[in-house]
């Protein structure tokens, strides 16, 4: 039986990844300091013989007796809140966790898949984005603790591929939306759904015309899967290509929670991207992996999880 670390494990994605994880027989250990994490996403896992919980930050260098075979460093805060309240937590995350994860899959001889992000590719001059553009990014601005930490996380896992041979994998994730998103985490699906269930105003940010591309998570999970069961060390985009503007998005909340909420325009905040949209030709040629569930699918199933949680 495989056994997997999965840092940030108890966090949206993390969690489902533990899920999946377990559900493909592996044994798996979550480890989390629960800085954005939620016990809650792990509570139905705490009973299985195959789980552990591990209460550690990712920047604390860390003992683990016994074989690990994955590990999925997935540890970082990743939303706009979070850019302000924790910007330095972010960027020692994607540097020293990212540097303590490569020195522990070096001693356990593990594969190391990173999740990387689209914010790689900044606010885009090539739409869509393949693997191959280098982006066009601010190194100073307020996003900077995140999508430049993310960068740096690339290369240093390439430097230990070169100097070490490890055995690793490099994950963009784009915009990725479902059940176990946190409430107030100012993203724009778990913002529109509330606000739209709670009959408040819709706040888009700038005119609505920027674009965005959204990936449920059970394709988001599936597609991480198959990357780490590949052999690919270079980043791959892993997202949905189907793209929408924000103010239709925000109209299509509306529609499906029923809401009278109408939308509300402000402006827009610094280096946010004007367009974002996955190139996934790598995926589907390398991976024979492309997203299954539509829009109106994926958020109704969301709709439902934020109708049942307070």
């Not at 604390?60 to 074989?67: H, P």
């Not at 994955?70 to 309240?85: E, G, N, T």
């Not at 490569?102 to 001693?107: I, M, S, Y």
């Not at 509306?254 to 402000?266: A, E, H, N, P, W």
Request: contains cysteine; hydrophobic residues 35%; proline residues 5%.
């Amino acid at each position: 039986m495989k056994t997997a670390l999965v840092t940030g494990g108890a966090g949206f994605l993390g969690s489902h990844l533990c899920d999946y994880l377990l559900a493909k027989g592996m044994k798996v250990i979550c480890m989390d300091n629960f800085i954005t994490g939620s016990r809650n996403n792990i509570k139905h896992l705490m009973g299985s013989k195959n789980f552990r919980l591990i209460e550690n930050d990712a920047t604390k260098k860390i003992k683990i007796e016994g074989d690990i075979d994955y590990i999925l460093h997935f540890a970082s805060p990743a939303s706009p809140v979070d850019f302000d309240r924790l910007p330095v937590e972010i960027a020692m995350t994607n540097s020293v966790g990212t540097l303590n994860m490569l020195d522990l899959a070096k001693e356990k001889k593990a594969v190391l898949l990173f999740a990387s992000t689209s914010e790689c590719y900044g606010d885009p001059e090539v739409n869509p984005q393949p693997e191959t553009y280098n982006g066009n990014v601010n190194t100073t601005g307020v996003r900077s603790c995140y999508d430049e930490s993310k960068r740096f996380a690339e290369a240093l896992i390439m430097a230990y591929h070169r100097a070490y041979k490890a055995d690793v994998r490099i994950v963009r994730i784009f915009n990725t939306y479902g059940p176990r998103m946190r409430k107030n985490d100012g993203r724009v699906v778990p913002s529109f759904i509330n606000q739209a269930l709670e009959g408040k105003p819709i706040t888009v940010f700038g005119d609505g015309s920027q674009t965005r591309s959204f990936c449920y998570v059970d394709d988001e999970v599936e597609g991480i899967y198959r990357l780490l069961m590949s052999k690919e060390i270079y980043p791959t985009n892993i997202g949905n290509p189907n793209e929408v503007s924000v103010t239709d998005f925000a109209e299509k909340v509306i529609q499906l929670t029923g809401s009278r909420s109408r939308v509300i325009f402000k402006p827009l905040p610094e280096h946010d991207p004007k367009v974002r949209k996955p190139d996934i030709s790598k995926a589907r040629k390398l991976l024979k992996w492309e997203p299954k569930i539509s829009l109106d699918e994926g958020l109704k199933r969301t709709v439902e999880y934020f109708r049942s949680v307070k």
